[in-house]
C-alpha cells in the first residue's frame, strides 16, 4: 500500500492519527471554573489515505470533528469522528485516495469526477441549533452535535445558490443574525462572492452576489454594527492553471490589496473599494469597530507576504516564517471621504489565530487574545500545522492602550488556537481553553487542554486535562455552553 509521504505535512506531530475514538472522565489538575460547561468543538484536518501527490498539503486532510465536553458535574470527556464528506465516503469505498491536488479537480481520478471536493475541515460554527463543518472550497457539512454523526450537506433547506460558504461567519451579539460570505461562488477561480445573511432561527434571509477585484483567497471577513467589509488579499487563483494541473493559488507581491465596505443590511452596488498596500497577505481579522467621526476600524494578523510555505513555493517566493514581517494591524477607512486611501497602524507583534469574545464582535473592543511566537525562546519550537511550527506565545492585548500580556511556552511546546468561554460574573473576562502540545520523544507528543483566565494568562493555567491520546493539529474551534447544546436541533 502506498505509504505517506515524509514531508513536514505528514510527519511528526503531523503524522496521520486516522482513528475515530472517545475518552471518558479525563484527567484534571487544577479546578475547572464553573462558567467552563459545554462543548469546545474543534475541527482537525486527518487524512484517511495518502494522498495522490506527494507533495499534498495539511490543509488537504478529511476534516474530523472532536469535542472536549465539560460536564456540570466536572468530568471532561473527549470524542473524535470523520465527518462523512461525499469525498471521504468515496475514498473509503475505494481504499484509497482519489481526489488529486489541493483544490484542483482537474487532477483527481476520473471515477469523482463531479463529486463534492470538500473535506470541511476548518472550523466548527455553531448558529441556530445547528452544528456545520464548514471548509472555504465548499458547502458545509451538518453535524450532530450530541453523536458527531454526519447529517449531509447543508444547502439553508434549498436556498442556498452559492457553491461555497466561508469557514469564518461572523454572527451579531445581539441580533444573533449569522453573516456569511462565499468566494468562488459559482466556481474555480471565480470573482464571484456571495454575501448571505442567516436569522437568528438559521433560515437564509438574503443572498447577494457581487464582483472582487481579482479571485482571491478570501478567508475571513468581518462585520461592524452597520457595515459588511470584504478584505482581498493578492493571493489568487486562475483557471487556466488549474486545467494544466497546476496549483490553485499562487500570491503576488505586486498587487493591491482591497477592503470592500458596504451597508450590512443594505445593496452590494453600495461596496466601496479601498487600497491597501501590495503583496501583504492575512488569513484572520481579529474584530472591526466604527468610532464617532464615521470612521471603520479593521484589525486584522496581516503578514508581508502569504505565510503558507505551500503557496510560497507555487509563487516562486520563500520567505521563512520570521521574515514574514506585518504584525497586528489596524486598517481605518473614512466612509465620510470620497477616496480609496486607508491608514495603517501596528498594534502588536505578528501572529495570528485571534479571538475576541463573542459580545465584542463588531464593537469597539477593550481587549482580544491571539498566538505568536516567543522571542525569547531557548530551542527549537515545535514543527507542526500548516505554517510549518506552532505557536508558543499566548497573547493578550489591549488595543486601546497598546499593554499586551503573554504566556510564553517552552522548546517543544505549542498551542493552539483559543475558544473564549465567558464568565458569569461581572467585570471578569472569561476563561481561554487551547489544546496544548509538547514533544517528549523523537515521534511522542503529549497533549492536554489548558483553561487559562483570559484576564490574567501571564500566571498560566488555572486547570489542565490531560488528554491521552495522540493529536493532530486542529485548525479552529468554537466555543458551545450546555444551555445552547441542548437547544440543538438534533437530538
Ligand atoms: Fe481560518
Avoid at 486532510?61 to 468515496?90: E, K, N, P, W
Avoid at 464548514?134 to 442556498?160: C, Q, V, W
Avoid at 462565499?182 to 443572498?207: H, M, P
Wanted: with cysteine; charged share 25%; hydrophobic share 35%.
Amino acid at each position: 500500500m502506498k505509504k505517506y509521504p515524509e514531508t513536514p505535512d505528514f510527519v511528526g506531530l503531523n503524522a496521520p492519527v486516522c482513528e475515530e475514538y472517545s475518552l471518558k472522565n479525563l484527567e484534571v489538575e487544577g479546578e475547572i471554573p464553573a462558567d467552563v460547561c459545554g462543548a469546545f468543538f474543534r475541527a482537525v484536518p486527518d487524512p484517511a489515505f495518502p494522498p495522490m501527490f506527494d507533495d499534498d498539503t495539511a490543509l488537504s486532510g478529511d476534516g474530523m470533528v472532536s469535542r472536549l465536553y465539560f460536564g456540570a458535574d466536572g468530568t471532561v470527556d473527549f470524542d473524535i469522528r470523520y465527518v462523512q464528506t461525499a469525498r471521504h465516503t468515496a475514498e473509503v469505498e475505494a481504499g484509497k485516495a482519489l481526489f488529486g491536488r489541493y483544490r484542483n479537480p482537474f487532477t483527481d481520478d476520473p471515477s469523482v469526477k463531479g463529486v463534492d471536493r470538500t473535506v470541511a475541515n476548518t472550523t466548527p460554527v455553531w448558529h441556530a441549533g445547528r452544528l456545520l463543518m464548514t471548509k472555504e472550497d465548499g458547502r458545509a457539512y451538518e453535524m450532530n452535535p450530541h453523536t458527531l454523526e454526519t447529517i449531509g450537506s447543508y444547502d439553508f433547506d434549498g436556498a442556498l445558490k452559492s457553491e461555497t460558504m466561508t469557514a469564518h461567519v461572523r454572527i451579531d451579539p445581539d441580533t444573533k443574525e449569522m453573516f456569511f460570505f462565499g468566494y468562488e461562488a459559482d466556481g474555480l477561480a471565480s470573482t464571484k462572492v456571495s454575501y448571505c445573511i442567516a436569522d437568528k432561527d438559521g433560515k437564509l434571509i438574503r443572498e447577494q452576489w457581487f464582483d472582487v477585484p481579482y479571485c482571491s483567497m478570501m478567508h475571513d471577513f468581518v462585520m461592524t454594527e452597520n457595515y459588511a467589509l470584504f478584505p482581498v488579499y493578492p493571493t489568487t487563483s486562475d483557471l487556466e492553471r488549474l486545467k494544466a494541473g497546476g496549483d490553485h493559488w499562487v500570491h503576488h507581491m505586486d498587487l493591491d490589496s482591497w477592503v470592500g465596505i458596504m451597508p450590512r443590511y443594505g445593496d452590494v452596488s453600495e461596496m466601496r473599494w479601498f487600497r491597501g498596500p501590495k503583496g501583504v497577505s492575512t488569513y484572520h481579522m481579529m474584530n472591526a469597530f466604527e468610532d464617532s467621526e464615521g470612521r471603520v476600524h479593521m484589525d486584522h494578523n496581516m503578514s508581508e507576504c502569504n505565510a503558507f510555505p505551500f503557496i510560497q513555493r507555487a509563487s516562486g517566493l520563500n520567505v521563512p516564517s520570521q521574515e514574514l514581517g506585518g504584525g497586528l494591524i489596524r486598517w481605518t477607512m473614512d466612509m465620510n471621504g470620497g477616496d480609496e486611501k486607508l491608514t495603517q497602524a501596528t498594534l502588536g507583534p505578528p501572529g495570528d489565530m485571534p479571538r475576541v469574545a463573542d459580545a465584542d464582535q463588531g464593537r469597539p473592543y477593550q481587549r482580544g487574545w491571539y498566538l505568536s511566537v516567543n522571542p525569547e525562546l531557548q530551542g527549537p519550537p515545535l514543527m507542526g500545522g500548516v505554517v510549518g511550527a506552532e505557536f508558543n506565545l499566548l497573547l493578550r492585548i489591549e488595543p486601546g492602550s497598546g499593554r499586551i500580556d503573554s504566556y510564553a511556552f517552552p522548546p517543544l511546546w505549542g498551542i493552539g488556537e483559543p475558544v473564549h468561554v465567558p464568565a458569569s460574573q461581572d467585570g471578569h473576562e472569561g476563561w481561554l481553553i487551547s489544546i496544548v502540545d509538547q514533544q517528549i520523544g523523537e515521534n511522542e507528543f503529549a497533549h492536554a487542554a489548558w483553561i487559562f483566565d483570559a484576564g490574567n494568562v501571564t500566571v498560566g493555567p488555572v486547570a489542565k486535562v490531560t488528554i491521552p491520546h495522540r493529536l493532530r493539529p486542529q485548525v479552529h474551534g468554537w466555543w458551545v455552553p450546555r444551555g445552547e447544546l441542548e437547544k440543538s436541533k438534533r437530538k
